[in-house]
Protein backbone atom coordinates (compact mmCIF):
# COMPACT_ATOMS: atom_id res chain seq x y z
CA UNK A 1 0.00 0.00 0.00
CA UNK A 2 2.78 2.48 0.58
CA UNK A 3 4.44 1.76 -2.64
CA UNK A 4 1.20 3.46 -4.01
CA UNK A 5 1.28 6.65 -2.22
CA UNK A 6 5.80 6.98 -3.04
CA UNK A 7 4.41 6.63 -6.47
CA UNK A 8 1.76 9.64 -6.54
CA UNK A 9 4.35 11.48 -4.39
CA UNK A 10 6.85 11.54 -7.18
CA UNK A 11 4.84 12.27 -10.05
CA UNK A 12 3.65 15.10 -8.33
CA UNK A 13 6.49 16.94 -7.88
CA UNK A 14 7.43 15.17 -11.80
CA UNK A 15 4.38 17.16 -13.05
CA UNK A 16 5.59 20.47 -10.88
CA UNK A 17 8.76 20.42 -12.60
CA UNK A 18 7.24 20.16 -16.23
CA UNK A 19 5.14 22.99 -15.21
CA UNK A 20 8.62 25.24 -13.61
CA UNK A 21 10.42 24.12 -17.08
CA UNK A 22 7.49 25.01 -19.50
CA UNK A 23 7.51 28.19 -17.61
CA UNK A 24 10.84 29.03 -18.09
CA UNK A 25 10.94 28.26 -21.64
CA UNK A 26 8.12 30.01 -22.18
CA UNK A 27 10.13 32.74 -20.77
CA UNK A 28 12.90 32.81 -22.69
CA UNK A 29 10.74 32.92 -25.74
CA UNK A 30 9.43 36.39 -24.38
CA UNK A 31 13.36 37.63 -23.80
CA UNK A 32 14.13 40.80 -25.44
CA UNK A 33 17.77 41.15 -27.08
CA UNK A 34 20.31 42.05 -24.48
CA UNK A 35 23.99 42.55 -25.72
CA UNK A 36 24.79 39.41 -27.27
CA UNK A 37 21.95 37.77 -26.78
CA UNK A 38 19.49 37.63 -29.41
CA UNK A 39 16.09 38.12 -28.44
CA UNK A 40 12.77 35.27 -28.20
CA UNK A 41 10.98 34.22 -30.65
CA UNK A 42 6.85 33.89 -31.14
CA UNK A 43 4.59 32.88 -33.93
CA UNK A 44 1.06 33.84 -33.56
CA UNK A 45 -2.19 33.17 -35.11
CA UNK A 46 -5.13 33.18 -33.75
CA UNK A 47 -6.88 30.15 -35.53
CA UNK A 48 -3.77 27.52 -34.37
CA UNK A 49 -6.40 25.85 -31.37
CA UNK A 50 -9.08 25.65 -33.99
CA UNK A 51 -7.51 24.77 -37.18
CA UNK A 52 -5.46 21.58 -37.33
CA UNK A 53 -3.33 22.55 -40.62
CA UNK A 54 -2.95 25.92 -38.81
CA UNK A 55 -1.00 24.45 -36.12
CA UNK A 56 0.99 22.09 -38.28
CA UNK A 57 1.90 25.22 -40.16
CA UNK A 58 3.25 27.12 -37.24
CA UNK A 59 5.56 23.98 -35.72
CA UNK A 60 7.29 23.97 -39.18
CA UNK A 61 7.06 27.71 -39.51
CA UNK A 62 9.08 27.32 -35.96
CA UNK A 63 11.53 25.28 -37.27
CA UNK A 64 12.52 27.28 -39.92
CA UNK A 65 12.66 30.48 -37.36
CA UNK A 66 15.08 28.06 -35.45
CA UNK A 67 17.18 27.23 -38.68
CA UNK A 68 17.79 30.87 -38.88
CA UNK A 69 19.14 31.44 -35.90
CA UNK A 70 21.39 28.64 -36.32
CA UNK A 71 19.76 26.44 -33.44
CA UNK A 72 21.48 22.61 -33.53
CA UNK A 73 18.33 20.37 -35.29
CA UNK A 74 19.74 17.55 -32.85
CA UNK A 75 17.97 18.45 -29.14
CA UNK A 76 14.38 20.36 -30.24
CA UNK A 77 11.39 19.64 -29.13
CA UNK A 78 7.18 20.66 -29.78
CA UNK A 79 5.51 20.60 -26.22
CA UNK A 80 1.51 20.52 -26.91
CA UNK A 81 -0.98 20.35 -24.20
CA UNK A 82 -3.91 17.54 -25.33
CA UNK A 83 -6.35 19.88 -27.39
CA UNK A 84 -3.39 21.27 -29.23
CA UNK A 85 -2.10 17.68 -29.72
CA UNK A 86 -5.15 16.05 -30.95
CA UNK A 87 -5.63 18.62 -33.12
CA UNK A 88 -2.32 18.11 -35.13
CA UNK A 89 -3.20 14.26 -35.01
CA UNK A 90 -6.07 15.56 -36.96
CA UNK A 91 -4.38 17.20 -39.52
CA UNK A 92 -1.50 14.60 -39.59
CA UNK A 93 -4.52 12.22 -40.49
CA UNK A 94 -6.13 14.17 -42.96
CA UNK A 95 -8.94 15.31 -41.12
CA UNK A 96 -10.21 18.85 -41.46
CA UNK A 97 -9.48 21.89 -43.55
CA UNK A 98 -8.06 21.77 -46.84
CA UNK A 99 -4.73 22.38 -46.44
CA UNK A 100 -4.43 19.09 -44.27
CA UNK A 101 -1.07 17.71 -43.30
CA UNK A 102 -1.67 14.35 -43.85
CA UNK A 103 2.01 13.08 -45.42
CA UNK A 104 2.86 13.71 -41.62
CA UNK A 105 1.66 9.73 -41.54
CA UNK A 106 1.83 8.99 -44.84
CA UNK A 107 4.18 5.84 -45.58
CA UNK A 108 4.91 7.59 -48.60
CA UNK A 109 6.48 10.53 -47.34
CA UNK A 110 6.94 10.11 -43.35
CA UNK A 111 8.16 6.08 -42.56
CA UNK A 112 6.94 5.45 -38.72
CA UNK A 113 6.56 8.91 -37.96
CA UNK A 114 3.52 7.74 -36.22
CA UNK A 115 -0.36 6.17 -36.03
CA UNK A 116 -3.13 7.97 -36.57
CA UNK A 117 -5.20 4.74 -35.23
CA UNK A 118 -2.84 4.50 -32.08
CA UNK A 119 -2.85 8.58 -31.31
CA UNK A 120 0.42 8.89 -32.28
CA UNK A 121 2.52 11.83 -33.65
CA UNK A 122 6.12 11.76 -33.51
CA UNK A 123 8.02 14.80 -35.23
CA UNK A 124 7.16 17.88 -37.51
CA UNK A 125 9.63 19.39 -39.35
CA UNK A 126 12.27 17.27 -38.16
CA UNK A 127 11.26 18.55 -34.45
CA UNK A 128 9.92 15.44 -32.04
CA UNK A 129 6.44 16.37 -30.75
CA UNK A 130 5.55 15.68 -26.95
CA UNK A 131 2.10 16.27 -25.37
CA UNK A 132 2.37 17.54 -21.87
CA UNK A 133 -1.05 18.18 -19.43
CA UNK A 134 1.29 20.14 -16.95
CA UNK A 135 2.68 23.02 -19.06
CA UNK A 136 0.02 25.50 -17.93
CA UNK A 137 -1.05 26.58 -21.42
CA UNK A 138 -4.26 29.27 -20.86
CA UNK A 139 -2.82 30.08 -17.39
CA UNK A 140 -1.51 33.61 -15.97
CA UNK A 141 1.41 32.68 -13.82
CA UNK A 142 2.13 36.68 -13.83
CA UNK A 143 1.54 36.87 -9.96
CA UNK A 144 2.33 33.45 -9.28
CA UNK A 145 4.71 32.61 -5.84
CA UNK A 146 7.13 29.88 -5.15
CA UNK A 147 8.57 28.98 -2.18
CA UNK A 148 7.32 32.14 -0.44
CA UNK A 149 9.31 34.47 -2.85
CA UNK A 150 8.64 35.86 -5.86
CA UNK A 151 10.53 33.64 -8.56
CA UNK A 152 10.40 36.79 -11.23
CA UNK A 153 11.99 34.73 -13.89
CA UNK A 154 9.28 32.62 -13.92
CA UNK A 155 6.30 34.59 -13.80
CA UNK A 156 5.18 34.71 -16.88
CA UNK A 157 1.22 35.07 -18.53
CA UNK A 158 0.45 31.78 -20.34
CA UNK A 159 -3.10 32.89 -20.95
CA UNK A 160 -2.56 33.12 -25.18
CA UNK A 161 -0.21 30.08 -25.40
CA UNK A 162 -1.09 27.09 -27.45
CA UNK A 163 2.53 25.53 -27.60
CA UNK A 164 6.39 25.97 -27.30
CA UNK A 165 9.06 25.01 -29.53
CA UNK A 166 12.58 25.06 -28.34
CA UNK A 167 16.21 23.61 -28.04
CA UNK A 168 17.41 22.24 -24.83
CA UNK A 169 19.93 24.46 -24.28
CA UNK A 170 16.80 27.83 -24.04
CA UNK A 171 16.59 27.23 -20.31
CA UNK A 172 18.88 25.50 -17.41
CA UNK A 173 17.71 23.54 -14.24
CA UNK A 174 20.82 23.22 -11.21
CA UNK A 175 19.80 21.08 -8.62
CA UNK A 176 21.53 21.64 -5.17
CA UNK A 177 19.63 18.28 -3.64
CA UNK A 178 18.30 15.41 -5.91
CA UNK A 179 14.94 13.38 -5.88
CA UNK A 180 14.68 12.29 -2.23
CA UNK A 181 12.17 10.66 -0.50
CA UNK A 182 11.64 9.71 3.72
CA UNK A 183 9.29 8.23 6.00
CA UNK A 184 8.52 7.54 9.17
CA UNK A 185 5.99 5.64 11.51
CA UNK A 186 4.46 8.21 13.80
CA UNK A 187 3.16 6.72 16.60
CA UNK A 188 0.55 9.13 17.82
CA UNK A 189 -1.53 9.25 14.61
CA UNK A 190 -0.75 5.28 14.35
CA UNK A 191 0.69 5.65 10.31
CA UNK A 192 3.21 6.89 8.54
CA UNK A 193 4.13 10.17 7.33
CA UNK A 194 5.94 10.30 3.74
CA UNK A 195 7.54 13.41 2.49
CA UNK A 196 9.25 13.74 -0.85
CA UNK A 197 11.45 16.57 -1.99
CA UNK A 198 13.23 18.14 -4.91
CA UNK A 199 15.75 21.52 -3.95
CA UNK A 200 16.26 22.56 -7.85
CA UNK A 201 16.48 25.92 -9.69
CA UNK A 202 15.32 26.73 -13.33
CA UNK A 203 15.58 29.45 -15.71
CA UNK A 204 15.63 30.73 -19.47
CA UNK A 205 19.30 30.32 -20.71
CA UNK A 206 19.86 30.86 -24.73
CA UNK A 207 16.49 33.07 -25.15
CA UNK A 208 17.16 32.75 -29.13
CA UNK A 209 16.18 28.88 -29.03
CA UNK A 210 12.81 29.07 -27.77
CA UNK A 211 9.86 30.14 -29.60
CA UNK A 212 6.34 30.26 -28.00
CA UNK A 213 3.12 29.69 -30.50
CA UNK A 214 0.15 32.05 -29.38
CA UNK A 215 -3.57 32.77 -30.24
CA UNK A 216 -2.86 36.33 -29.44
Do not use: W
Amino acid sequence: LRSTYTVELGRALARKMDNLCARSLFAAAGTIAEGAMRAGQSILDSNMLTQADVMASSIMGAAQKLDEYDIPTEDRMCILNPAGYYLLLRAAGGVGGTDSYAALLSQDYSMGNGDFAEGRVLMVGGIPVVVSNNAGFGVDFSNNVEGGQNNLDLNVDMTNGAGIVAHKSATGILKLKDLQLEHEYMIQNQGNLFVSKLACGVAPLRTDGAIKLTIA
